[in-house]
């Protein structure tokens, strides 16, 4: 079984300074994807950004930017530059990947607030 | 603006009531997906419908039944539904069944009274 752990309920940082998301998740999967998306209170959830495991280069997505490290079994988020409109539920997310109809394996979320 | 689009965007109904969701894309998809999302939890997966056959029933209930018309439509059948089934139900697509990111609506905010 796949489990996802985000462990920072809530965090806060002030606008324009670079916050980090943690995400750890748990797998005996070879090759997978992680993806991060956001929820703000519009209520839609929009992908942050991907990560195929089997590259080993960090995906960036302009101000967004993982660190992904395989062997620790962890894929945070960096945010840098934050603006109000960052304010919002980040979840972390895991998907195998080989067969259809592939489900998410969501983290518990992380409340982001970006304080002005 | 989001490409899949969820109708109503709330709805509130007696647990007596029959009522639909409703859920569209255009951007050729061939796999739709219903979640359920309480407050502040992540998205609970319901079914998945791929070449709109359906390819995953996480155990749901039979008060909810999906449908999927077509490639581009998915409809979720409500019927006698409890209180603890209010809740935010999203739909996503994605371009197959396969590892593709999925592209989420804005949400039906359902209460049941």
């Known amino acids: 079984a796949q489990t996802v752990t985000q462990s920072q309920p809530e965090m806060s940082v002030q606008e324009a300074e670079t916050v980090t998301l943690s995400c750890t998740y748990d797998t005996s999967e070879n090759n997978y994807y992680l993806f991060w998306y956001k929820q703000p209170p519009s209520r839609q959830m929009i992908l942050v950004i991907r990560q195929e495991a089997y590259k080993q280069q960090n995906a960036t997505e302009n101000r967004f930017s993982v660190n992904f490290q395989k062997a620790a079994k962890s894929f945070s988020l960096k945010i840098s530059d934050s603006q109000l409109g960052d304010t919002a539920m980040y979840f972390c997310a895991f998907m195998k990947a080989r067969g259809t109809g592939n489900q998410f394996y969501f983290g518990t979320g992380t409340s982001l607030t970006v304080i002005p | 603006d989001t490409e899949v689009t969820q109708t109503p965007k709330h709805l509130v109904m007696g647990m007596t009531n029959k009522k639909s969701l409703k859920c569209e894309q255009h951007?050729?998809?061939?796999?739709m997906y219903w979640y359920k999302q309480k407050a502040k939890k992540p998205p609970e997966l319901m079914f998945v419908y791929s070449y709109e056959k359906l390819s995953i029933n996480e155990s749901v209930p039979s008060r909810f039944s999906p449908e999927c018309p077509n490639s581009s439509l998915l409809n979720l059948h409500l019927h006698a539904l409890q209180p603890e089934d209010s809740a935010l139900y999203l739909c996503a697509s994605s371009l197959t069944g396969g590892a593709q990111p999925q592209h989420f609506g804005d949400g039906t905010r359902l209460s049941i009274l």
């Open positions: 951007m050729g998809h061939r796999a």
